[in-house]
């Protein structure tokens, strides 16, 4: 029984597969908020693909190279509707983290998918996370038949050991083996991470038969 957690979200999903109880691999799939930072170290045909789905309008402000993106003017010039141009739409963000997500999977074949809720105190995200959720869950469920599952934080934490745990407790709780697999990430991936852990082995002792 292979099992995916992943603790969703734009900017940063941990993610970890889990194969008959044991975790078998972890990561992250990232995605930046503007067009510059997102292009930033893609590919030729990444950059060219994302530069052409930007509307005309927006290009104004773009130019585009082989390995990036840049402004064409300052951005110390930028006005506050410049800026809300150059934010990268929630479809092209979503279809990334999405591709980055079963580029972590490979031909591994998963059985459970198991994310995190969408907490309400999330101010000014629920919608975009409920759909990026809904996407997520939608793909692996419509493609590949799997069972899709969502863990509200505090039941998460709950499983863990307790309702109210901190990010750190949450490491703590893990076993020293699983912690040696995360350690040596950045703290804010490390967090991403260790939930995606949690919800993974949620998924094997809770949820699995």
């Known amino acids: 029984m292979v099992i995916l957690g992943i603790d969703q979200s734009l ?10 109880g044991k975790i078998i691999k972890i990561g992250v799939a990232e995605t930046k908020p503007n067009i510059i930072d997102f292009s930033k170290g893609q590919t030729k045909e990444v950059v060219t693909t994302l530069y052409n789905r930007f509307p005309e309008k927006k290009r104004k402000l773009l130019e585009l190279h082989d390995d990036c993106i840049k ?6 010039k930028l006005t506050k509707v410049d800026k809300k141009l150059l934010r990268m739409p929630f479809d092209i963000r979503s279809e990334y983290i999405l591709k980055q997500i079963q580029d972590f999977v490979g031909d591994v074949e998963v059985d459970i998918v198991v994310n995190e809720s969408i907490s309400f105190g999330s101010a000014g995200q629920v919608a975009t996370l409920g759909q990026l959720l809904g996407k997520i869950q939608g793909f692996y469920l419509g493609k590949f038949g799997c069972i899709t599952r969502d863990v509200a934080p505090t039941s998460l934490k709950a499983f863990a050991g307790k309702g109210n745990y901190s990010k750190d407790e949450m490491y703590e709780a893990l076993t020293p083996e699983n912690q040696l697999l995360v350690d040596g990430y950045p703290e804010k991936k490390k967090d991403d991470i260790v939930d995606a852990m949690w919800l993974a082995i949620y998924g094997h002792e809770v949820l699995n038969g």
Not at 11 to 20: A, F, H, V
Request: proline share 6%.
């Open 11 to 20: 900017s940063c999903s941990g993610l970890c597969l889990l194969k008959d």
């Open 71 to 76: 402004l064409t003017i300052p951005k110390s």
